[in-house]
Structures are given as structure tokens and as C-alpha cells.
């Protein structure tokens, strides 16, 4: 029976071929006491991403997706992943379904917050949107 589990299935592929280019990001971002902003990715369903980032002291955060229509207009409802206070977060994503998928960051304290952000994968890097300013 081993031999069987072997043998490779020509039905089955982990390799997925993409005509785009992979995309890497290394950003510093400031957060001015109370203030927020969005960081933001474009991706398209079944892409990857790896991320990783880190702040200067514990920041309120929320992980999240937003679909788009093929016109590229966002609909909802969004998809949030995690809500959280933290220093840091890491991890990977595999989209399922088109559209922007990152960070709202927000700055509750009275110094400002630094966040380092690095990411890889298939994407677009749409960046820093929303900033509201205190």
C-alpha cells in the first residue's frame, strides 16, 4: 500500500504558475498619539502573502479583508481576521477572494508608536490609507 502513496498524482498540483510579478515591502510607519491609518494590499484569490511586523510599544490593531467587484469597487461585508493589542504579528495569508486585505492601526497612547512592516508574496501594495489625523 505504501508504494501507491508514492507514486505522484498527475491530478494534484501544489505548483500555482502566476503571469505577475512577487512583491516585497519593507515600510517604517509613524503613528502620532491618536491617531490611526490603514495599511493595505491588493491580492487576488489563492495568492500568498507573508507578512511581519512590529511596533515601538503594544498598538491596537485589526487584520482584515475587504472583496472587490471585478470593476475593482470594494462591497461588503468585510472579513475580519483578528482584533487585538500587540507589539507584533506575523504569519502568512492565502486570500479567498479578491481584494484588499490589511492592517488598521491605531495609536491610543501619548507618544508616538513606530511599526515596522515587511511583506512578501503576490500582491499589489496599495499602502497607507485612512490616516485620521488626531
Known amino acids: 500500500g505504501l508504494t501507491n502513496l508514492a507514486q505522484p498524482d498527475a491530478t494534484a498540483s501544489s505548483v500555482v504558475a502566476r503571469p505577475w510579478a512577487y512583491a516585497a515591502t519593507d515600510e517604517e510607519i509613524v503613528l502620532r498619539p491618536r491617531e490611526g491609518l490603514e495599511f493595505k494590499l491588493q491580492v487576488q484569490r489563492g495568492d500568498a502573502v507573508v507578512y511581519f511586523w512590529s511596533a515601538s510599544k503594544p498598538i491596537y490593531y ?46 491610543d497612547g ?3 508608536i513606530t511599526i515596522k512592516m515587511t511583506a512578501s508574496g503576490y ?5 497607507i490609507i485612512n490616516r485620521s489625523r488626531p
Do not use: Q
Open 62 to 107: 485589526e487584520f482584515h479583508g475587504e472583496p472587490t467587484t471585478e470593476a475593482g469597487k470594494a462591497y461588503l461585508p468585510y472579513k475580519s481576521y483578528w482584533k487585538l493589542t500587540d507589539w507584533l504579528s506575523g504569519g502568512s495569508l492565502v486570500a479567498e477572494f479578491t481584494g484588499t486585505h490589511g492592517w488598521f492601526f491605531r495609536n
Open 123 to 127: 500582491y499589489e501594495e496599495v499602502g
Open 110 to 112: 501619548a507618544e508616538p
